[in-house]
């Protein structure tokens, strides 16, 4: 190791030496043998939330992630924290009041990780004019959608002119759309609110561990549950008070391994997204457009140099362990967006891709996920044990208060929830009023001025990742450093977006950005050879058929190799 590179190691273990998440091997020890109060088993946003709840309320905590925090369906959303507009169509008006509600706690709490979100309903011409009946009926649910507590975000929703309309997405087929309505949600990186709220758990003392799998649970014996928890090659007990199942997707298939019965029945919804570089369609806000062939919409969301469309809403019976892009997909997107274009999206356009899967509720009604409950259960399957399913990004504290007050009024624990008004980890005051270029402190918040420290130590770490992207090879060094990224998939993926939204891209150089990020932090030649072999092999999973044309790597490494 060199000077520089000796210099760049030092300010970078000053830089990350108060932050919760930097040192996996402390919460580790903690964790191995432990005895807690609460063990979430479970680290998307579901179970980030109880967590931080739990020890907001003075209870012990601990919560293990059988793969990267954010790694399910909690990185794989549309990345809205919105109201449910859509939802007053079928009459539910109180998720909506609730979500509405849910909204404004987040907008208050982290102003660093959302942003409000203009998102435009095009009116289209039907024998050369607009529907007079429609329109009302969409300016009145749009005026019911204000009442129900959208007026918390400040701006009303407005008509918009065919001018307008094609200001805001100069790439639509205007001769076929007469005109439009503007309303606004808010918006957030999914992952990096997971990682913010974790953060907060483990600043007021929450032991949280990823890459960490619950193998076993033993039946209650005398008030007291405990957790086989397999991590690092090694197993390990960990006993609690309460055991909360907050594996999302994986909820039926949980209590089954712990021979635990629950009548209640999942239907994983499967949503995909495309993304094509921002150039295609130009949209400087949300665009929602319908499918011709559903009643469904696609949406269009800019994010900075990419677009992203989508969702797919499909119950195909699907591996939810390996959710992939598939060509139904694609076609299913692309048929969508394209009527509406003028000049039509192809497949070679599509950059990345990623799918997830809802964990729905099924009521046994209605095959069509679409018509499927938004709303979440808490219930109690055994003794001192409880599983939390459904539920969407947007309400997900509301979630957790939920779950721990049944986990307080088992344990006889009298202690009020505060997360309603509990900032959230990188808070920034000011964070809501950045403009549009302040990339790093609508990430970081009050971070971001390490992570630009960090980036001018050495010329390399300000260089971007890709071509196409911004994300600095900074980020990714502050995630694998300070945000307990254990391998570079966890770094590409959820801490900085960059294999999300440039996956084939990064595909493509995998092996150089592996080699200049391993430089960075010290890695040899075997963790780098390993480490291109994980991402070669995770990338070509999750784009599944974006990745066919792209050549595979000139030599693989064995299974000792994988970090």
């Not at 007079?132 to 002119?161: E, I, M, V």
């Not at 001769?175 to 606004?184: C, E, K, L, N, V």
Request: hydrophobic share 40%; glycine share 8%.
């Amino acid at each position: 190791m060199n000077t520089v590179e000796q210099q760049v190691t030092a300010e970078l273990d000053r830089l990350a030496a108060d932050e919760p998440l930097s040192c996996r091997a402390r919460h580790l020890a903690r964790l191995s043998g432990g005895r807690f109060d609460v063990l979430v088993i479970g680290g998307g946003i579901t179970g980030a939330g109880i967590a931080l709840d739990a020890v907001a309320r003075g209870l012990s905590v601990a919560l293990v992630e059988a793969g990267d925090f954010a790694s399910g369906t909690s990185s794989r959303s549309s990345k809205m924290i919105h109201g449910g507009f859509r939802y007053l169509q079928t009459g539910d008006v109180a998720l909506v009041r609730e979500s509405l509600r849910e909204r404004h706690a987040l907008q208050r709490n982290a102003p660093h990780l959302v942003r409000v979100m203009p998102f435009m309903i095009p009116l289209f011409l039907k024998g050369g004019v607009i529907n007079p009946k429609l329109s009302r009926a969409l300016g009145g649910a749009l005026w019911s959608y204000q009442l129900a507590g959208a007026w918390r975000l400040g701006r009303r929703h407005r008509r918009l002119s065919h001018d307008e309309v094609a200001r805001h997405m100069p790439s639509l087929d205007m001769a076929r759309i007469g005109a439009g309505y503007m309303f606004h949600d808010l918006r957030a990186d999914d992952a990096r609110l997971v990682l913010a709220v974790l953060a907060s758990a483990a600043t007021r003392g929450a032991c949280v561990v990823n890459h960490a799998r619950c193998v076993g649970l033993s039946d209650c014996r005398k008030g007291i549950r405990t957790a086989r928890i397999a991590v690092d090659g090694e197993e390990t007990d960990v006993s609690a008070r309460m055991v909360v199942n907050a594996t999302g997707v994986w909820a039926q298939k949980f209590l089954e391994a712990v021979s635990v019965h629950s009548p209640r029945k999942l239907a994983p919804a499967k949503g995909t997204h495309i993304v094509v570089p921002h150039a295609l369609v130009r949209n400087d806000v949300a665009v929602s457009l319908p499918v011709a062939s559903d009643r469904r919409t696609v949406s269009v969301v800019d994010e900075g140099p990419f677009a992203y469309i989508g969702s797919t809403e499909t119950t195909d019976p699907a591996d939810v362990d390996k959710p992939s892009v598939t060509e139904n997909d694609i076609s299913y997107i692309l048929d969508g967006i394209n009527r509406h274009l003028v000049r039509p999206v192809t497949p070679s356009d599509i950059i990345s891709g990623w799918a997830g899967f809802r964990p729905l509720i099924a009521d046994g009604k209605s095959a069509r996920s679409s018509d499927l409950s938004r709303r979440h259960s808490i219930e109690q399957e055994a003794d001192r044990l409880i599983t939390v399913t459904g539920g969407k990004l947007t309400t997900y504290r509301e979630m957790a208060e939920g779950t721990v007050d049944v986990i307080c009024q088992v344990l006889d624990h009298k202690a009020r929830c505060t997360t309603r008004k509990l900032r959230l980890h990188g808070y920034h005051a000011g964070a809501s009023h950045l403009a549009r270029g302040e990339r790093l402190d609508k990430r970081y918040g009050d971070r971001a001025a390490a992570v630009q420290r960090l980036s001018r130590l050495a010329p390399e770490l300000g260089t971007t990742i890709t071509p196409n992207g911004d994300t600095t090879l900074a980020e990714a060094v502050w995630g694998l450093r300070a945000e307990m990224a254990t391998t570079l998939v966890d770094a590409l993926f959820r801490r900085t977006r960059i294999a999300t939204f440039d996956g084939r891209a990064v595909l493509a150089d995998a092996a150089g950005i592996a080699m200049r990020v391993g430089r960075a932090v010290g890695w040899g030649a075997n963790r780098i050879g390993a480490e291109i072999a994980l991402l070669d092999s995770t990338l070509r999973q999750e784009l599944g058929v974006l990745a066919l044309d792209l050549p595979q790597p000139p030599h693989t490494h064995s299974r000792e190799d994988t970090p």
